[in-house]
């Protein structure tokens, strides 16, 4: 099983980005996604999740309004869009996959991605 999270960079407070998380080895939908972050001095902590079979979605309050997850099950691919990126942003970001779950605890978290770096400057 493998997850590839590409799309981070470094951008401007204000901008987008978005991110995705391509897998492989894996009944993609059967798979709950889910999307973590960790800056140096915080632990990692949740952002969002979307159900195997989409639809349903939980997003942290923290970027709530501002970042959506999405998935193409066809592509066997996840997303998260972040608008109106903040300093506070700036973290690595990585993308997991739990079976026929999805919530906002890493340890429900089977297989995970290598994560990509998100640098938000203000």
């Known amino acids: 099983v493998q997850l590839q999270a590409s799309g981070g960079g470094q951008v401007q407070a204000g901008d987008s980005l978005r991110l995705s998380c391509a897998t492989s080895?894996?009944?993609?939908?059967?798979?709950?996604m889910g999307w973590f972050r960790q800056s140096p001095r915080k632990e990692r902590e949740f952002v969002a999740a979307?159900?195997?079979?989409?639809?349903?979605?939980d997003v942290a309050n923290s970027v709530k309004g501002r970042f959506t997850i999405s998935r193409d099950n066809a592509k066997s691919t996840a997303y998260l869009q972040m608008n109106s990126l903040k300093p506070e942003d700036t973290a690595v970001y990585f993308c997991?996959?739990?079976?026929?779950?999805?919530?906002?605890?890493?340890?429900?978290?089977?297989?995970w991605g290598q994560g990509t770096l998100v640098t938000v400057s203000s």
């Open positions: 997991a996959a739990a079976r026929l779950t999805y919530s906002e605890h890493a340890s429900d978290y089977r297989y």
């Open positions: 080895g894996l009944t993609f939908s059967d798979y709950g």
């Open positions: 979307i159900r195997w079979s989409g639809g349903d979605t």
